[in-house]
């Protein structure tokens, strides 16, 4: 009777440890994912993407900090960037001063947007054979990053993007270009189109000098309040072309 009484009390202590082994595996798990870049949302204490200071967004606070003396397309960042879980594509430019970046998200991560889950694309045509789904047109506008339909996903307010994922990039830019001072994000739609263009130009092999105010402008609109933005690039080559 003192075996089987014994042997008992074995078999309910090896289940007992069974089962925390399994719940601490899957708190384990669990916090895997949060900790990792596939989560951006969750903002657990502790999480190694927040740790160490702020780095990216205003950071000098000295007047001026938008008057670049010069712009660049960075290939190499730009495609560093759009490697991170959670980013759909990345534009990277780089001046004296700081790095801009524009982004589109995707569903590889959670909690990319801060709040609310109003998305600003249709993507129901895709299941539909047709780019535009409510006119049912199939051509989709090549001078355009972001559109509302069938693209990757935009954020109209950049501090609505996650601190979390915008740490991540802001890492990653540094680790490439550490003499950068500042290093802004966004996710607008309209940002997005801007810069595809100057892209585009650096893609085609032009100087980007013509359209250094034209830049600032459009930097200083988006993050430090400028009152406004400026034509997009295929519009001012077109005027520049009229008047030359």
Request: with cysteine.
């Amino acid at each position: 009777m003192k075996k089987r009484a014994a042997y008992r009390s074995f078999l309910i202590l090896i289940a007992a440890v069974t089962v925390l082994g399994l719940t601490l595996s899957g708190c384990n798990y669990e916090r895997h994912v949060q900790n990792s870049t596939y989560d951006y949302g969750t903002k657990q204490k502790g999480d190694p993407k927040m740790l160490g200071s702020r780095m990216y967004g205003t950071m000098s606070g000295l007047p001026g900090q938008h008057d670049n003396h010069w712009f660049e397309y960075s290939s190499l960042l730009s495609s560093d960037v759009s490697s991170i879980n959670g980013v759909a594509g990345a534009l990277v430019f780089l001046t004296d001063k700081n790095a801009y970046v524009a982004i589109t998200t995707d569903w590889t991560a959670t909690g990319t947007k801060k709040s609310g889950g109003t998305r600003e694309q249709n993507n129901s045509g895709t299941t539909q054979g047709v780019y535009n789904v409510e006119n049912g047109s199939p051509y989709w506008n090549n001078q355009r990053m972001v559109t509302p339909y069938n693209s990757a996903l935009s954020i109209n307010d950049h501090n609505q993007i996650s601190g979390e994922l915008k740490q991540t990039i802001a890492v990653h830019v540094r680790r490439l270009a550490p003499a950068v001072q500042e290093v802004h994000i966004s996710a607008n739609k309209e940002f997005n189109n801007h810069l595809i263009q100057y892209a585009q130009e650096a893609w085609a092999g032009h100087s980007l000098a013509p359209w250094l105010s034209s830049f600032n402008k459009l930097v200083k609109h988006q993050f430090a309040g400028g009152d406004s933005v400026p034509e997009p690039l295929n519009v001012q080559q077109k005027r520049a072309k009229l008047h030359s």
